[in-house]
């Protein structure tokens, strides 16, 4: 079945050590989301690919970045997570055209030590 | 901030009886999805309905829309304990490829 699918399902990171986080489709959609929800709130939009133009929001904190290598794979990068990152983490997909539904992966849950 | 309200923030109901949470948004839209969260998982699309419609079903779930006030509305009807879950609305600010979430409402279903 074509899905999203996010690596892994859970991780644990010690305070200022770099973790990666993974995200692959099989939908072949052109726009990948990564989310942040913590416990009981709305998920909170990061950034989002369109094709390969990446777009950040203004209040996305400066250790977080992105890549996305091919149409397939996103990346989200912790450069140094502190408390405030523990949280699930989720990837999403949808199609280039407007008023799409998005699909998600299962999220990844990060814990920091 | 784009992101919506949803109202209640939690739902308590017995099984056999609707669930109807609202949710208010507060500029101007091209369509509103909402979406089901269960536990520990990815969201899930539920229904979308577009700037220029009032009223979709799909199955026993019915949205509307009012855009002079900036609300929807989904009722699940005859409900189910596993539909015991968090629904959350979701608008795209004009930006067909940017969602924002509201506060989501927390369903619980008693069998």
């Known amino acids: 079945d074509a899905m999203v699918i996010q690596n892994p399902r859970y991780q644990v990171t010690q305070f200022g050590k770099p973790v990666t986080l993974s995200c692959s489709q099989t939908l072949n959609h052109n726009v990948m989301y990564w989310y942040q929800q913590k416990s009981s709130q709305a998920p909170k939009l990061l950034f989002h690919y369109y094709d390969k133009d990446f777009n950040n929001e203004a209040d996305t904190p400066d250790n977080f970045q992105s890549r996305r290598p091919n149409t397939s794979f996103c990346f989200l990068d912790i450069r140094s997570p502190g408390l405030g990152d523990a949280a699930m983490y989720l990837c999403?997909?949808?199609?280039?055209?407007?008023?799409?539904?998005?699909?998600f992966g299962d999220g990844t849950r990060l814990s920091i030590l | 901030s784009q992101q919506g309200e949803e109202d209640p923030q939690a739902l308590s109901i017995q099984e056999g009886e609707n669930a109807t949470m609202n949710c208010s948004y507060k500029t101007s839209i091209n369509n509103l999805q909402w979406y089901r969260q269960n536990s520990g998982r990815g969201l899930v699309h539920l229904i979308l309905?577009?700037?220029?419609?009032r009223e979709k079903h799909s199955g026993r779930l019915r949205v509307t829309l009012d855009t002079s006030k900036k609300s929807s509305s989904l009722l699940i009807t005859a409900s189910r304990a596993a539909d015991t879950a968090s629904y959350f609305c979701a608008t795209d600010a004009y930006n067909f490829n940017k969602f924002y979430f509201g506060s989501g409402t927390k369903l619980n279903v008693k069998p």
């Open positions: 309905i577009r700037s220029n419609e």
């Open positions: 999403a997909t949808s199609r280039r055209q407007g008023g799409q539904p998005q699909h």
